[in-house]
């Protein structure tokens, strides 16, 4: 069964990042390329998913929202994850003062909600696809920090760190090479988690239009576009919708698949 | 295993032996933080003296303060504890080192074999490259071929195969793992080895072989050994000297031999009496020591043995008797 989730979110995900990749050199039509005369066709043979209200292809600008969605996916993740493996890592080893400040610090993150915070950014620096990667990542970055400590403490008790210590080995470099390569399972399975929700909320975000700018493609940007034609062109909406439902379950399968795959204990049983 | 008392021989002394003790610890004391802002004071007052060349085991009970009494050492105590007494190591004292002096010291100066082989080396790294971390930390390899080869040697010299370089720590038994330890601490050629109960994770028949190695290898580098053991029939006549540890405080000390032919305190007595002797016949009863280790924090104002102790007198309860010549008693004076 976990092998299962494991192949099925591997498949899934690997097919959104080859639309992704194949958008940069290859789309059916320019997904900006306005033609009228096909304004809110249905699918058929020429336009595979129909066009929306400009006459602009909707396969063509799904193509080009995947390519939104690893770019948001994989720039935010980064930033919180190593942002926040970073800041956990220094909690563990130095404790006292700066642990404390770091978590506590995470708490506040924790307690500001996303929403206001890409609000906040994008009243101060004006709405764009950058605001909502920084409003992500920032946003990611607690819920890390405070993971990799828990956990990076708990690999500081072991003896052999403490070997290491008695060794003359500093915290730093015991940070690096003792408790670093400890913690890759779970930053992996828990970069795809949050690999999921970070799409969630561009979608989201954009939707809002405070993410995605138009004419730029991504998926929240196609649902905003399609939301008044609801009753006119429901496949507008229904496209981006079954996209973004499709990326987030396959990045939870993965995510799911590789927990059990990457945990000896799972394995066992 | 007869009862004859054979004292180790002695060891070479080290090319810097010099007038100075190698080891000198005066008046160590350990405070570990309590719930609700309490202390619990977990040694109170040790002294101990080690030269280069020379084998001291401080033995006693679990919960007797042998392992923070290593800890201490090597300035690995845990978070947010208190120490007061002196701690010298070639004339130089500990207690005033920052963080990087420290690690400059800890694994060049002083090194320490861990209780645990199972637990004490990283799951997700080759043996040889455990043992070549403290020859890296310290740089006392020009470059990675000579740490290799250096590691290399070390695997050899505590008869491990060549095959196991490449190993992972699972990959080994219980006893090769000893073995990759046992290099990993000697691998930046310390002058003080602090070796924690090495033998107790192990099986009865490689006990005595890791000891025997232990030996050697301090032997030949002129090392002091301090060996933290809680079995004194198994330490007491590999060593020089001994030392006796109770309830955090130091019962007797003295040269191992003399220790074990007139042992005075009266728990050195009864720990001696208890060993199980081979031979013995199945009729021969053991002699178990009646009553338990007084936890942490539960000893009372006096020597902490009195309450087991067959000649306590109303006023070991109430004061501990001062540290004379060797051992702390009221009752068995020097």
Redesign the interface.
């Known amino acids: 069964m976990s092998r299962l989730r494991l192949a099925a979110g591997l498949v899934i995900t690997g097919l959104m990042l080859a639309v992704a990749l194949l958008s940069l050199v290859w789309t059916p039509f320019p997904p900006d390329a306005i033609d009228m005369t096909q304004r809110l066709a249905g699918p058929g043979s020429t336009h595979w998913l129909g066009c929306d209200h400009l006459g602009r292809d909707t396969l063509s600008r799904l193509m080009v929202g995947a390519r939104s969605a690893w770019l948001v996916g994989l720039v935010a993740v980064g930033l919180g994850l190593i942002g926040g493996t970073a800041l956990g890592l220094l909690a563990a080893a130095t404790?006292g003062a700066v642990e404390t400040v770091i978590l506590r610090a995470s708490d506040l993150g924790f307690a500001f909600p996303a929403l206001l915070l890409a609000i906040v950014l994008a009243a101060a620096l004006g709405p764009g696809m950058l605001i909502a990667i920084a409003a992500i990542g920032l946003h990611a970055i607690p819920s890390f920090a405070r993971l990799v400590n828990g956990s990076a403490k708990s690999w500081w008790a072991?003896?052999?760190v403490?070997?290491?210590?008695?060794?003359?080995?500093?915290?730093w470099?015991i940070t690096l090479?003792?408790i670093l390569?400890?913690l890759m399972p779970l930053l992996i399975v828990q970069g795809t988690t949050q690999f999921a929700l970070a799409i969630l909320a561009e979608a989201g975000l954009s939707y809002l239009g405070l993410g995605t700018q138009p004419p730029q493609a991504s998926w929240g940007r196609l649902l905003a576009e399609a939301q008044t034609l609801m009753f006119e062109a429901p496949q507008l909406a229904m496209a981006p919708g079954i996209a973004i439902t499709v990326a987030v379950l396959g990045l939870n399968l993965l995510g799911d698949g590789l927990r059990d795959w990457l945990d000896p204990k799972e394995q066992a049983r | 295993m007869t009862d004859e008392v054979r004292p180790a021989p002695a060891l070479r002394a080290g090319p810097q032996a010099s007038s100075t003790a190698l080891l000198r610890v005066r008046g160590l004391q350990v405070w570990l933080p309590a719930p609700r802002g309490a202390w619990l004071q977990a040694l109170h007052g040790v002294d101990l003296d080690l030269d280069r060349g020379e084998s001291l085991a401080l033995v006693g009970e679990s919960g007797s303060g042998k392992t923070m009494t290593a800890l201490a050492l090597?300035g690995?105590l845990p978070?947010g504890a208190r120490m007061s007494g002196q701690i010298e190591l070639d004339g130089q004292p500990l207690q005033t080192l920052d963080?990087?002096a420290w690690?400059?010291?800890?694994?060049?100066r002083m090194?320490?074999v861990?209780?645990?082989p199972l637990?004490?080396?990283?799951?997700?790294q080759p043996i040889l490259a455990q043992v070549m971390?403290?020859i890296q930390?310290?740089r006392l390899a020009p470059d990675r071929t000579a740490t290799r080869a250096r590691a290399m040697e070390l695997l050899e010299q505590v008869g491990l195969e060549s095959r196991m370089a490449a190993a992972y720590p699972h990959q080994l038994s219980g006893g090769q793992r000893q073995r990759a330890?046992i290099a990993?601490?000697l691998?930046?050629a310390p002058d003080l080895l602090i070796a924690d109960e090495p033998t107790t994770a192990l099986d009865a028949r490689l006990r005595v072989q890791m000891l025997a190695l232990l030996q050697s290898l301090v032997a030949d580098r002129g090392m002091g050994l301090l060996l933290i053991s809680h079995d004194l029939a198994l330490t007491a006549r590999r060593v020089q000297r001994l030392a006796v540890l109770y309830g955090g405080r130091l019962m007797e000390q003295g040269p191992a031999a003399e220790l074990l032919e007139r042992p005075r305190h009266p728990y050195t007595q009864a720990l001696w009496a208890a060993r199980p002797r081979l031979g013995a016949g199945r009729d021969q009863p053991l002699h178990p020591l009646p009553g338990s280790v007084p936890a942490l924090g539960q000893t009372g104002a006096g020597c902490p043995f009195a309450p087991r102790c067959p000649l306590a007198q109303p006023r070991c309860g109430e004061q501990p008797p001062a540290w004379d010549g060797g051992l702390a008693c009221w009752e068995v004076g020097p």
Do not use: K
């Open positions: 404790r072991r003896d052999f403490q070997a290491s210590r008695a060794a003359g080995q500093s915290r470099a090479t003792h390569p400890q | 090597m690995l978070q963080d990087t690690c400059a010291l800890r694994g060049r090194a320490m861990f209780q645990e637990t004490a080396l990283n799951p997700l971390e403290p930390v310290h330890l990993t601490a691998a930046a």
